[in-house]
């Protein structure tokens, strides 16, 4: 290379490559886009269930004081007013104590009271 | 070698830096400036979609895969159409003062044998040397060496008329 030589790619440097167009923004596939709406509508259900499961069983404060009667421990048994889960399992690993209270609360309305005269396994264990 | 995966910023950052170089590279198999930057995407894109394990000094890969890419890309638009060596010049930026010399460069460039073109464009806008361009062509250092001089006399000779004018050299 002599010095015409480097002074011929002188002036080509001067010659500027174009530049190229700005790189687009990375597209999501369409599976992409079905993963996130499934992982979307999971997470809904997860939470939906929780709160369902949360507020299913916690009026039954009043059930502690009402007279259970035969008729209410067969729906309690329906599954209408059983304990909520997710409450007693914090019960279960915080207080021990206060998980036995509440199950035995719950037990009145959920289990057939056996010292009432009229209830049926009274009568039955009669007979 | 140690290889990685570059993340989204480094080929961004790639991109900017070494994109009219690879541009032109690209354009030296396509001669088409819009073949050209789809290329550029193509490879680029692949590497956004994080797939693609790179060396730790990744240029040197970049240039190989816009060579295969550009490759591949012109054997598809042989297929649909034939090229179209006379296609509007806009592989250079220009001024009003340089647009004819470089409409002038553009052309002489197609008219090159590819081979030449190739080392021209690694040469002169990707700065690499001899040997590195003789490495990344697969071929020898004297016959890349002579390509480039052979090129370089045929430009000479086209661009004589904007080299005496000096409307170039400040």
Same mark, same amino acid.
């Given at each position: ?19 190229? *167009? ?10 992409? *886009? ?42 309690? *048994? ?20 206060? @998980?036995?209270?509440?199950?035995? *609360?719950?037990?009145?309305?959920? @289990? ?16 | ?117 190739? !080392? !021209? ?17 697969? !071929? ?31």
């Amino acid at each position: 290379m002599d010095q015409d030589d480097r002074h011929f790619e002188s002036f080509l440097r001067d010659f500027q490559p174009r530049r190229p *167009r700005a790189l687009p923004a990375p597209q999501t596939t369409a599976s992409t *886009r079905m993963r996130r709406l499934a992982a979307g509508f999971e997470l809904a259900a997860v939470f939906g269930c929780s709160i369902w499961f949360l507020f299913r069983g916690s009026p039954p404060n009043q059930t502690a004081n009402a007279i259970p009667t035969e008729s209410t421990a067969t729906t309690e *048994r329906t599954g209408e007013h059983l304990p909520a889960l997710v409450p007693l399992t914090g019960l279960a690993i915080q207080d021990l104590v206060r @998980l036995d209270a509440a199950l035995t *609360r719950a037990s009145r309305s959920v @289990l057939p009271d056996l010292q009432r005269k009229d209830s049926t396994l009274h009568l039955l264990a009669k007979e | 070698m140690a290889e990685r995966r570059l993340c989204a910023d480094e080929i961004r950052q790639l991109y900017d830096q070494h994109g009219p170089a690879l541009l032109a590279y690209a354009c030296s198999f396509v001669s088409d400036v819009a073949t050209g930057e789809d290329v550029l995407h193509q490879v680029f894109m692949r590497l956004l979609q994080g797939n693609t394990i790179v060396p730790e000094a990744p240029v040197a890969y970049l240039y190989r895969a816009v060579r295969n890419a550009a490759l591949n890309a012109r054997r598809t638009v042989k297929r649909e159409v034939a090229l179209d060596l006379d296609a509007p010049s806009s592989m250079f930026e220009s001024r009003d003062s340089n647009r004819e010399a470089a409409l002038t460069l553009q052309a002489a460039l197609l008219e090159l044998p590819e081979e030449q073109r190739e !080392v !021209v464009v690694l040469r002169v806008w990707s700065g690499m040397t001899l040997e590195e361009a003789a490495s990344l062509t697969g !071929v020898s250092l004297s016959t890349t060496a002579s390509r480039y001089r052979y090129a370089l006399d045929k430009l000479r000779e086209r661009l004589r008329p904007y080299r005496k004018e000096g409307s170039l050299e400040q």
